[in-house]
């Protein structure tokens, strides 16, 4: 299964796709910001198969994420997610280095599908 890095500064969030992204087996590491989401990946030198990001979060959020991760690991697979419809605008411009945007709220069977299908799409066995 997947290595999965989760972002999400909200606890009950992070904890709910958590539970769900290992139900298919994958293993998920989490991180609460940006900055964190930077560290961990630092620790385990990007060796994860996609990171899982918000958009909106306090001290880095996830496009200025999703920008520095791509540039220290080009290799690695980003999937965004937002309930804004601005930063889902300020998402389309990444294009190139984000896999997709999964648009907040949505329920486990659609995220769990979303993961799965960026998986294949980035030929990573899951």
Not at 94 to 107: G, M, Q, R, W, Y
Request: proline fraction near 2%; charge should be negative.
């Amino acid at each position: 299964m997947a290595r999965i890095l989760l972002v999400d500064d909200e606890d009950t969030v992070r904890g709910f796709l958590k539970r769900g992204l290992e139900l298919d087996g994958h293993t998920v590491t989490t991180a609460i910001d940006g900055a964190d989401a930077m560290e961990r990946l630092a620790e385990i030198e990007g060796a994860v198969d996609l990171m899982l990001t918000d958009i909106r979060m306090p001290i880095m959020d996830g496009i200025s994420l999703a920008l520095a991760a791509k540039r220290d690991y080009p290799a690695l697979t980003i999937l965004l997610m937002t309930g804004y419809a601005d930063q889902r605008e300020r998402a389309k411009n990444l294009e190139a280095i984000v896999a997709d945007v999964l648009t907040k709220p949505f329920s486990l069977a659609e995220l769990r599908t979303g993961v799965r299908r960026v998986l294949d799409e980035a030929g990573i066995r899951h």
